[in-house]
């Protein structure tokens, strides 16, 4: 009888609801992170007399209630909430819903472009949020990956940073953006600022894979891979047209930065379009007041009626010279002609203006008392990429889902240095043409059974040059261009990798791979007299994974994984000439071979009654046959004059073993409803072991690093208040091309360059109002600390206050 009772109140509920239609009153539940409309939300009173559901849109009627009565809202995932009708209207007719603790169950798609269940994956994997970019409001992408407190970041200059990953970098790790590798064949074993191409504001989620991913990746996913999901169209729920936008402001006073985002959808029920542009400038960045005196800029270079001068630095916290601009745009197509397929389309283009090497410029000269360079800057750094992609859905024999993409990317960067006095202007250009064709397959055979194969096509073709000009005269010649111009690099691949699930607790996962690669470069010897006339590469490397996930609980996750990964010779590893520390210069060396990772890893995640969430994992990774950069002869000479200067001779070679291993944890902490608390640490070590035996300190393993984080949040209003911080790395640690770049460190009492230890207090808050309204108050570095992040040649931000500004409809 109750049950009968309650459900005529459920149908009366629904009849005043739809009988009230023609003097509705409508409300709009959203995301308080997003701001994207939740769909099917429960809302009710308490005795279920009175009940709607939100639409497509997000919306519902809420006339059908009183004003004083209480008014619950529930959706699978938020947290609920109750208040009332009164409230609601007095608060512009919207409704925000927080999201509850990141669950197990949260798909991810970066290990086989194909949606699993997180739970299910072996591999350490680092989701960053649309919600979380939101808060945290990065300056760029590489900021993106530094605020996660996962992945540490180094910066040469302003324009810059590269992502370090359980002890690799720069050609060792892959960066991905919607499927298509950012990697290309002169991707560096030196530090890249690529990443900063990509623009935060289309980003709508990152998935980060630590350890090798060459399995689905292929060659450089030898530290973990970097996934980039930009946001796509959307569309209507009927034949109408919906059109949706976003404008965005953002300022930061540490380097005068004024940002710009507008973005602007339109969508009807088959199709939809979604367009992006943003626009940022950057001044000269300035440092903090208490920390090493060593990173201090008291001078720096002008040039004064036709001489190079050195002049005194009237604010050596302002780091001169620094700033920049830079434009990306995006453009993107969706169309959706059944359930069962769809089309997209996209564009990306990014580009900078010139930026200074700042690292460069602080290089002292020869004899320590003034600078090597008058000029060191990079050229406009340009990326575009064009892509086609096709889903299709099929319950058949040899797939059930299955996707074709298409891709051309286009990247151009310069260098362009003079020497302190000097009226040489040399300039070497770069263009790399890559294509990409990609073919994937899932197979979904039974409940217990899935299947993921296919394979990949890449081409790169190296256009380069270089040219030297007089500044005074204008007069222009050519010169020896970083590589050889015409250079291919191009790879082949076929993968297959499985999914077996014998009972709910367990889940095992395991992969294949075949790759081969063909790279060509010949030598123009008008500028060298090389021993050789060309460089080849036709080799072939397997790489296979097996892991397993076990819930030996249900809230006790337990996780290991074995894989491989490689990295073959790319056109920068075979072909390259240039300098790359004070009196040494890198030649080519055509007898190369890839090199092989070899990994293990260990988790656990334990679930505290849905409150506490904590996560470990254990790492080791062998590197053999390493790429490393070391002594060498060039036609039997150690030495040779480049640029003017007598310097050492050196390669990249096949000349040593790497050993990192290492430790990271995490807690999300739930402890009120309004209160949380999140924690990451993370420890490596690591080293190079020559063939004669000497063990040094790798290059790219970092120091620990962590932060703590307290959160408090309402319907309204975000804040955070959280330290960063990272170890220090004494010299007897450092590896031996870091001690080679004393300028760029500060001395320890023996006089010996090393990395003090750091740390920063800060603040962000958020708070939205009228759903379509949000404001961003962050305040970082709030002690004004002095310090550069390990093997960084540009100094942090000091004290930086930072307000955003955002309208979205």
Not at 130 to 157: E, Y
Not at 181 to 186: E, G, H, V
Not at 528 to 534: A, E, G, N, Q, S
Request: proline residues 4%; aromatic residues 14%; contains cysteine.
């Amino acid at each position: 009888m109750k049950y009968l009772i309650k459900m005529q109140k459920m149908l009366f509920g629904c009849f005043v609801f739809w009988s009230s239609f023609g003097w509705s009153q409508k409300v709009i539940v959203s995301d308080i992170d997003t701001h994207n409309p939740i769909v099917n939300v429960a809302v009710y009173t308490k005795d279920l007399s009175k009940i709607a559901l939100t639409d497509f849109y997000g919306t519902f009627d809420i006339s059908i209630f009183s004003n004083t009565e209480r008014i619950t809202f529930k959706k699978a995932g938020y947290e609920a909430f109750s208040t009332t009708k009164k409230q609601i209207l007095k608060q512009g007719a919207s409704v925000l819903l927080i999201v509850l603790p990141k669950q197990l169950d949260e798909v991810v798609m970066s290990i086989s472009k194909w949606e699993q269940q997180k739970k299910d994956i072996p591999n350490k994997i680092a989701a960053i949020s649309a919600k979380d970019i939101a808060f945290s409001t990065p300056q760029t992408a590489a900021d993106l990956l530094q605020n996660s407190g996962k992945i540490f970041v180094q910066k040469s200059q302003l324009g810059g940073g590269s992502p370090m990953i359980r002890g690799f970098a720069t050609n060792r790790v892959l960066i991905s953006v919607d499927g298509v590798r950012m990697n290309n064949a002169i991707f560096r074993g030196g530090n890249v600022q690529n990443v900063i191409a990509i623009d935060p504001f289309t980003i709508h989620n990152t998935e980060i894979v630590f350890g090798p991913g060459s399995v689905i990746y292929g060659s450089d996913a030898i530290g973990g891979v970097m996934n980039f999901y930009t946001k796509s169209p959307s569309f209507s729920q009927d034949n109408n047209v919906a059109i949706t936008g976003e404008a965005n402001y953002r300022t930061a006073s540490a380097n005068s930065e004024n940002t710009f985002n507008t973005s602007i959808g339109i969508g009807k029920k088959k199709w939809g379009s979604l367009t992006n542009i943003t626009h940022s400038t950057f001044q000269d960045l300035k440092m903090g007041t208490g920390g090493p005196s060593a990173y201090l800029r008291n001078r720096y270079v002008v040039r004064k009626q036709g001489v190079d001068t050195i002049i005194t630095n009237p604010n050596p916290r302002a780091q001169v010279p620094s700033g920049y601009t830079q434009l990306n745009l995006m453009q993107k197509l969706y169309y959706k002609p059944s359930n069962t397929l769809d089309l997209r389309g996209a564009v990306y283009y990014s580009k900078t203006s010139d930026y200074a090497r700042y690292d460069r410029l602080e290089r002292p000269s020869n004899d320590g008392v003034g600078f090597k360079h008058a000029q060191w800057y990079y050229g406009p750094q340009k990326w575009f990429m064009s892509n086609i992609k096709m889903h299709h859905k099929e319950d058949g024999l040899f797939y059930d889902g299955l996707k074709i993409s298409a891709a051309y990317q286009r990247f151009e960067e310069s260098r362009n240095s003079r020497d302190f006095g000097a009226t040489s202007l040399k300039s070497t250009s770069e263009n790399v043409d890559a294509f990409h064709l990609n073919i994937d397959f899932e197979n979904k055979r039974t409940n217990k059974i899935g299947l993921y194969y296919g394979g990949s096509y890449l081409f790169n073709k190296v256009q380069a040059s270089g040219e030297i000009k007089n500044i005074e005269t204008n007069e222009e010649r050519t010169a020896a261009s970083r590589y050889p111009d015409g250079s291919t690099w191009q790879s082949a691949a076929a993968y297959i990798s499985g999914e077996y699930k014998p009972n709910a607790t367990i889940t095992f996962l395991g992969g294949l791979r075949y790759s081969h690669i063909w790279a060509n470069a010949v030598f123009d010897e008008t500028f060298y007299d090389f021993p050789f006339d060309y460089a080849t590469l036709n080799t072939g490397a397997v790489t296979g994974s097996l892991g397993f996930s076990w819930f030996p609980k249900k809230s006790l996750q337990i996780t290991g994984n074995a894989a491989t990964g490689f990295r073959a010779p790319n056109i920068d590893d075979l072909s390259k000439i240039f300098d790359t520390e004070p009196r040494a210069v890198v030649v080519p060396n055509p007898s190369l071979k890839p090199e092989y990772a070899y990994n293990i890893e260990f988790g656990i995640q334990k679930n505290i009654e849905n409150s506490v969430v904590l996560k470990s994992a254990l790492f080791y990774t062998h590197l053999a046959d390493a790429l490393i950069r070391r002594n060498y002869t060039f036609n039997g000479a150690q030495q040779i004059v480049y640029n003017g200067e007598l310097s050492i001779v050196q390669a990249i070679q096949n000349a040593a073993k790497v050993y990192t291993y290492g430790a990271e944890f995490s807690l999300d902490a739930m402890v009120t409803k309004h209160w949380s608390l999140i924690t990451n640490i993370t420890y490596s070590k690591g080293q190079e072991k020559e063939e004669n035996g000497t063990i040094t300190a790798a290059r790219h393993v970092v120091p620990l690093f962590g932060d703590f984080h307290v959160l408090w949040k309402n319907q309204q209003l975000k804040a955070d208040f959280f330290i960063q911080y990272n170890g220090a790395i004494a010299y007897n640690n450092l590896a031996l091309s870091e001690r080679s770049k004393p300028y760029i460190y500060t001395q320890d009492t023996n006089g010996n360059p090393y990395a003090p230890a750091w740390y920063t207090i800060n603040f962000r808050s958020s708070y939205s109002f009228k759903n379509h309204y949000r404001c961003s108050l962050n305040l970082e570095n709030m002690t004004n600390n002095r310090y550069r992040t390990y093997s960084s040649g540009i100094s942090a931000p000091g004290i930086n206050f930072i307000l955003g500004l955002g309208y979205s409809f």
